[in-house]
């Protein structure tokens, strides 16, 4: 079994920034692909970054050039910083982790961390 454990939201005002971390533990040998979801009151969750073991990455076109994925393979954490967030980044934001090459599929899930962004 692997255990997911977000960290770093809060409440920021638009314009702002903040750093998620997502520690992996347990079983994590077979874990590939990890990112990022976030889901908004009312809507979907959706994919907002994920990245591979070799570090590829792919953004939702509603983040691109304002938030970064990365990840630290020796620490079993993967990141995603915001920056220049906007009101409509508001919402509980997942670390996910999946066999697979891409964070489509997800295997595990955390508990999430909330980010509010005040306008």
């Known amino acids: 079994q692997v255990q997911l454990v977000e960290s770093g939201g809060g409440l920021v005002q638009a314009g702002g920034s903040l750093r998620l971390s997502c520690a992996a533990s347990g079983t994590i040998f077979n874990i590939n692909a990890m990112g990022w979801y976030r889901q908004a009151p009312g809507k979907q969750r959706e994919l907002v970054a994920d990245i591979t073991r070799g570090g590829s990455t792919n953004y939702a076109d509603s983040v691109k050039g304002r938030f970064t994925i990365s990840r630290d393979n020796a620490k079993n954490t993967v990141y995603l910083q915001m920056n220049s967030l906007k009101p409509e980044d508001t919402a509980v934001y997942y670390c996910?982790?999946?066999?697979?090459?891409?964070?489509?599929?997800?295997?595990?899930w955390g508990r999430g961390t909330r980010v509010t962004v005040s306008s």
């Open positions: 996910a982790a999946g066999w697979g090459p891409r964070a489509t599929v997800v295997n595990y």
